[in-house]
């Protein structure tokens, strides 16, 4: 197995001046500076070493470097491995951070691949677990009140690529089948398309699947396409909002059938940190741990509610308007349901509402959007899980750093600088303006023809009507 210290180079003193070399981006070293002091290569090549042979194969990735890369990724705002490692190989400042020279060739998107094909998707949430544990050390993690949403990513499949499930027909296939069982002998392509258009349920994922990803599932996105997509669904500490658990479904997955799941994955990381101390000695996580659950209208259904209340959990989740409620031999359902709405029309119920877009959706912001994920390019829930793992870790990282120093992404750190100076020329100008009304509003000093001394001196002129 290849390590991060078996790569440094030890170059001769009389031509180093010569290599061309670059000072690195302040937010990356800064970062660097953060995962070498917390031991951060250590950690993976400990973790990794399962997967390598002592002494077979070529040289293989360094399990530092091939996660760095992936955080490169949420960094850079870039969605696919080819995209990371174009932008390495023509980044000297990304040379720096990952530890290559300008003379060394960096990881292409094949070896980025492999390396994550062999690496499980246990090891990816390791790493993530242990970026949540440098949280809980920094204090920015209380592990109380949890808030939890999803949304779909499109897949790395297309809708013209889907088969019936039964009988392995493609779409029109399956169109030109139906048309002939109804009497109508060789229609066209576009006589089966507008005849389809009249149709209802026409792609139900119990009848299609894609060939090139079954795992997808037929869904709608956010912007109204229908397409093959996963869903991601994340818990999300609601006092700092750090990502605490990270899990992927099937595009057309309920939320009121995956929030458990999510809840109790958060429940176990949130178990781990439990013992962290901070600097200080202080224990920042809650020693009796989730307490709290908030959600929007999309998790609001009688057996969520009251599975939360079995396990122990209070709800803060929206309810829609669904009018008259019949709750007869639904004695549990209505407990829980009535629980519910009084905690939400409370004062903390609607601070905790209020805040669920700056904790919760922001997250998904910083990921799916300026993060570069809004779309997948891998295939199988395994893989896209591995994906988001990092992507909820790198994400976890900004709000690290961001409150070490200031600056939660390259962009901020190049605003932050931007915003120093501003403030700086602000400042000249505030007291250039201040030295201004001082220089025109002072009062004059006396004048000199007051002084009776002066005044009766033989020198002055009698015609002076000043004197």
């Given at each position: 197995?290849?390590?991060?210290?078996?790569?440094?180079?030890?170059?001769?003193?009389?031509?180093?001046?010569?290599?061309?070399?670059?000072?690195?981006?302040?937010?990356?070293?800064?970062?660097?500076?953060?995962?070498k002091?917390?031991?951060?290569?250590?950690?993976c090549?400990?973790?990794?070493?399962?997967f390598?042979?002592?002494?077979?194969?070529?040289?293989?990735?360094?399990?530092?470097?091939?996660?760095?890369?992936?955080?490169?990724?949420?960094?850079?705002?870039?969605?696919?491995?080819?995209?990371?490692?174009?932008?390495?190989?023509?980044?000297?400042?990304?040379?720096?951070?990952l530890?290559?020279?300008?003379d060394?060739?960096?990881?292409?998107?094949?070896?980025?691949?492999?390396?994550?094909?062999?690496?499980?998707?246990?090891?990816?949430?390791?790493?993530?677990?242990?970026?949540?544990?440098?949280?809980?050390?920094?204090?920015?993690?209380?592990?109380?009140?949890?808030?939890?949403?999803?949304?779909?990513?499109?897949?790395?499949?297309?809708?013209?690529?889907?088969?019936?499930r039964?009988?392995?027909?493609?779409?029109?296939?399956?169109?030109?089948?139906?048309?002939?069982a109804?009497?109508?002998?060789?229609?066209?392509?576009?006589?089966?398309?507008?005849?389809?258009?009249?149709?209802?349920?026409?792609?139900?994922?119990?009848?299609?699947e894609?060939?090139?990803?079954?795992?997808?599932?037929?869904a709608?996105?956010?912007?109204?396409r229908?397409?093959?997509a996963?869903?991601?669904?994340?818990?999300?500490?609601?006092?700092?909002?750090?990502?605490?658990?990270?899990?992927?479904?099937?595009?057309?997955?309920?939320?009121?059938?995956?929030?458990?799941?999510?809840?109790?994955?958060?429940?176990?990381e949130?178990?781990?940190?439990?013992?962290?101390t901070?600097?200080?000695?202080?224990?920042?996580?809650?020693?009796?741990?989730?307490?709290?659950?908030?959600?929007?209208?999309?998790?609001?259904?009688?057996?969520?509610?009251?599975?939360?209340?079995?396990?122990?959990?209070?709800?803060?989740?929206?309810?829609?308007?669904?009018?008259?409620?019949?709750?007869?031999?639904?004695?549990?359902?209505?407990?829980?349901?009535?629980?519910?709405?009084?905690?939400?029309?409370?004062?903390?119920?609607k601070?905790?509402?209020?805040?669920?877009?700056?904790?919760?959706?922001?997250?998904?912001?910083?990921?799916?959007?300026?993060?570069?994920?809004?779309?997948?390019?891998?295939?199988?829930?395994?893989?896209?899980?591995?994906?988001?793992?990092?992507?909820?870790?790198?994400?976890?990282?900004?709000?690290?750093?961001?409150?070490?120093?200031?600056?939660?992404?390259?962009?901020?750190?190049?605003?932050?600088?931007?915003?120093?100076?501003?403030?700086?020329?602000?400042?000249?100008?505030?007291?250039?303006?201040?030295?201004?009304?001082?220089?025109?509003?002072?009062?004059?000093?006396?004048?000199?023809?007051?002084?009776?001394?002066?005044?009766?001196?033989?020198?002055?002129?009698?015609?002076?009507?000043?004197?």
């Open positions: 197995m290849g390590t991060r210290k078996s790569r440094e180079r030890q170059e001769e003193f009389w031509y180093r001046s010569e290599v061309a070399e670059a000072p690195g981006h302040p937010f990356y070293r800064k970062l660097e500076e953060t995962l002091q917390a031991g951060f290569d250590e950690f090549e400990g973790e990794c070493k399962r390598y042979a002592d002494r077979l194969g070529r040289p293989s990735l360094a399990p530092g470097v091939y996660f760095r890369l992936m955080l490169i990724g949420f960094f850079e705002g870039i969605d696919s491995e080819r995209g990371i490692a174009w932008r390495v190989a023509d980044s000297l400042s990304l040379r720096h951070f530890g290559y020279g300008i060394e060739s960096t990881p292409d998107h094949v070896t980025v691949s492999r390396t994550r094909r062999l690496l499980d998707s246990d090891t990816h949430k390791r790493v993530f677990s242990w970026v949540l544990e440098q949280l809980a050390q920094a204090g920015l993690i209380k592990g109380k009140t949890m808030g939890v949403d999803s949304t779909t990513l499109e897949a790395n499949a297309a809708m013209k690529s889907i088969v019936r039964d009988t392995g027909e493609n779409y029109m296939e399956y169109l030109k089948r139906v048309a002939e109804e009497g109508i002998e060789a229609p066209d392509a576009a006589e089966l398309r507008r005849r389809d258009r009249k149709r209802k349920k026409k792609a139900s994922n119990q009848d299609w894609s060939p090139a990803d079954p795992e997808a599932e037929i709608k996105l956010k912007d109204g229908t397409a093959l996963y869903k991601v669904e994340q818990a999300v500490d609601m006092d700092s909002g750090a990502i605490v658990a990270v899990t992927t479904h099937g595009g057309a997955a309920a939320d009121s059938a995956t929030i458990v799941e999510t809840l109790c994955e958060a429940g176990e949130v178990a781990k940190l439990i013992p962290v901070t600097a200080a000695g202080d224990y920042p996580v809650e020693a009796e741990g989730i307490a709290e659950v908030v959600a929007d209208k999309g998790y609001h259904s009688n057996a969520v509610l009251v599975e939360v209340e079995e396990l122990g959990l209070r709800s803060y989740v929206a309810e829609p308007d669904r009018g008259p409620r019949n709750w007869e031999d639904k004695t549990a359902e209505r407990d829980a349901v009535y629980a519910n709405r009084r905690r939400i029309k409370g004062e903390r119920g601070r905790l509402q209020s805040q669920r877009g700056e904790k919760i959706e922001r997250n998904f912001a910083h990921q799916f959007d300026t993060g570069g994920m809004d779309r997948l390019y891998l295939r199988g829930r395994e893989n896209v899980l591995k994906r988001l793992l990092i992507q909820a870790a790198a994400c976890n990282l900004a709000l690290l750093l961001r409150s070490l120093y200031g600056a939660g992404k390259p962009k901020a750190a190049h605003n932050l600088k931007a915003a120093v100076i501003f403030a700086f020329l602000r400042l000249l100008i505030a007291l250039f303006e201040a030295e201004c009304a001082y220089t025109i509003f002072r009062p004059l000093p006396p004048l000199l023809f007051n002084d009776p001394e002066i005044r009766s001196s033989p020198l002055l002129p009698l015609s002076n009507p000043a004197v």
